[in-house]
């Protein structure tokens, strides 16, 4: 080795290409969501017009896709949205507050997803552990998140080997669902509305908005590849192609799978998900038990435990991050802004997300759901569509790789859909959202009048900034 090369300076290699982010967006939205959350999905409207949310949510998912397409292709750095909006509503004004307020919020709702796959697993190893108790899902969704912490501290090209050998098995196990319940597809079954199934009362759509919020939860991560986007290879045409292929990739897998699913195991008798019925808690190996057999479904159990930890990797991975850019930023904590010595990746910020989630893990997945739903939603998707819109109007020089198709429709297209799912969820969650966002405030200017930062700063200050 040269001297040049052993006394280099740590830095972010561009490692990822279009395989590679399409297989880390793609093993992150498939995880466990879909093979846990059909039961919740189908409580809300008790039967299989619930099926309406999924559509619903993809047709929200794939607009907004595309503005983290244009927004990731024209500023292609780690951090994602931190960067988006600093950008979008003014670098030294109104962006350094939203740029804050997202990662005041991500600090809560980013370890929540994070620990909703490892509950996920610890839920669904119950297939394989009879009567787990509540205790050994906790210990085994934290255990979970020190071997994530353990495969995660190395470098990106190993990380990007790791993301499409977990990606391939996602789509082996995905793909085994549809090929193996395919023939056994009953229409009968799959169709069997309850009576007044579409009765489009206020009821109908507060029950078609809850299961839109799990269709959500489910779709997300098709962004991923944004937060790591100082690593990706040529990212003007790597990062929307991605994000593009992945969602509409994602939302056919769903699709087919959820139908042939529910067209082989009638929804009566996994519905309402709080009747606590065997199939209500592992449907996709009740529905592999019936089909091939009680050791093949425990061998699937093993695939679906593999396809939630692949994407609790790329949760992980994309969202250590965020903390990074702030830190670079000067809106975090310097500590967090530093690379590993010898393996070129944000070694702190990787243990500060990865330990947060671990200490989430004793909470409901229910209430850890609908939780970062609400955050995110607020402070990120809708604030996001802002900025994407300013940018248009305040820089249209700037170089956009990949613009938004029939701009401005899918921005109020996604904008519609986002503000649904937030005035029809519960009470609770609101509160829980809007008062993040006000604490936030309280905290942007308290830290900003004492760093004398926006808009608190001196004559001729925030140039310097």
């Known amino acids: 080795m040269s001297s040049h090369d052993s006394t280099k300076q740590p830095h972010l290699n561009r490692s990822f290409g279009l395989l590679h982010a399409t297989a880390l967006n793609m093993a992150n939205m498939v995880g466990v969501g879909p093979f846990i959350t059909i039961p919740v999905l189908m409580s809300f409207m008790v039967g299989p017009q619930a099926m309406l949310g999924w559509l619903f949510a993809a047709l929200i998912c794939i607009p907004d896709g595309m503005i983290w397409s244009e927004l990731g292709a024209a500023m292609p750095r780690s951090g994602g949205t931190y960067v988006y909006l600093r950008e979008g509503f003014g670098r030294e004004k109104f962006g350094r507050l939203m740029a804050f307020l997202f990662l005041w919020q991500f600090l809560l709702s980013g370890p929540l997803e994070i620990a909703s796959g490892y509950i996920g697993f610890g839920n669904y190893l119950g297939y394989l552990w009879q009567d787990i108790s509540h205790t050994n899902v906790v210990f085994v969704a934290m255990a979970l998140?020190?071997?994530?912490?353990?495969?995660?501290?190395?470098?990106?090209?190993?990380?990007?080997?790791?993301?499409?050998?977990?990606?391939?098995?996602?789509?082996?196990?995905?793909?085994?669902?549809?090929?193996?319940?395919?023939?056994?597809?009953?229409?009968?079954?799959?169709?069997?509305?309850?009576?007044?199934?579409?009765?489009?009362?206020?009821?109908f759509f507060l029950g078609l908005a809850g299961s839109m919020r799990i269709g959500v939860y489910d779709y997300l991560g098709y962004y991923n590849i944004c937060h790591i986007g100082d690593e990706v290879r040529d990212p003007g045409r790597t990062i929307p192609r991605s994000v593009i292929i992945s969602v509409i990739t994602v939302a056919m897998i769903y699709f087919t799978m959820n139908m042939t699913l529910i067209g082989t195991v009638s929804w009566?008798?996994?519905?309402?998900?709080?009747?606590?019925?065997?199939?209500?808690?592992?449907?996709?190996?009740?529905?592999?038990?019936?089909?091939?057999?009680?050791?093949?479904?425990?061998?699937?159990?093993?695939?679906?435990?593999?396809?939630?930890?692949?994407?609790?990797?790329?949760?992980?991975?994309?969202?250590?991050?965020?903390?990074?850019?702030?830190?670079?930023?000067?809106?975090?904590?310097?500590?967090?802004?530093?690379?590993?010595?010898?393996?070129?990746?944000?070694?702190?910020?990787?243990?500060?997300?990865?330990?947060?989630?671990?200490?989430?893990?004793?909470?409901?997945?229910?209430?850890?759901?609908?939780?970062?739903?609400?955050?995110?939603?607020?402070?990120?998707?809708?604030?996001?569509?802002?900025?994407?819109?300013?940018?248009?109007?305040?820089?249209?020089?700037?170089?956009?790789?990949?613009?938004?198709?029939?701009?401005?429709?899918?921005?109020?297209?996604?904008?519609?859909?986002?503000?649904?799912?937030?005035?029809?969820?519960?009470?609770?969650?609101?509160q829980i959202g809007f008062g993040v966002v006000a604490a936030g405030v309280m905290a942007y200017f308290i830290w900003a009048n004492h760093t004398k930062r926006w808009p608190f700063e001196g004559p001729g200050q925030t140039a310097a900034q």
């Open 145 to 203: 998140g020190v071997f994530n912490i353990f495969v995660l501290y190395r470098r990106i090209r190993v990380l990007s080997i790791i993301t499409v050998v977990l990606w391939t098995g996602t789509l082996i196990t995905t793909l085994t669902v549809i090929v193996v319940g395919l023939p056994h597809f009953d229409p009968k079954v799959a169709f069997d509305f309850p009576p007044n199934a579409f009765s489009f009362s206020f009821g």
């Open 268 to 430: 009566r008798e996994f519905v309402p998900a709080e009747s606590h019925l065997p199939a209500s808690n592992y449907i996709v190996s009740i529905f592999m038990e019936r089909l091939m057999g009680k050791r093949f479904a425990q061998f699937f159990t093993l695939m679906i435990l593999v396809t939630t930890y692949a994407s609790v990797f790329a949760l992980l991975l994309g969202y250590s991050r965020i903390p990074f850019a702030a830190a670079k930023d000067g809106t975090f904590f310097k500590v967090f802004g530093k690379l590993h010595p010898k393996k070129d990746f944000p070694y702190v910020s990787l243990l500060l997300i990865g330990t947060v989630a671990i200490s989430v893990c004793f909470l409901n997945l229910g209430t850890v759901i609908d939780a970062l739903l609400i955050l995110r939603i607020v402070v990120q998707f809708i604030a996001q569509i802002g900025a994407v819109m300013l940018l248009r109007k305040t820089k249209p020089d700037m170089p956009r790789p990949y613009r938004i198709w029939f701009y401005p429709i899918p921005c109020f297209v996604a904008l519609v859909g986002w503000v649904f799912l937030t005035v029809t969820a519960k009470p609770i969650f609101l």
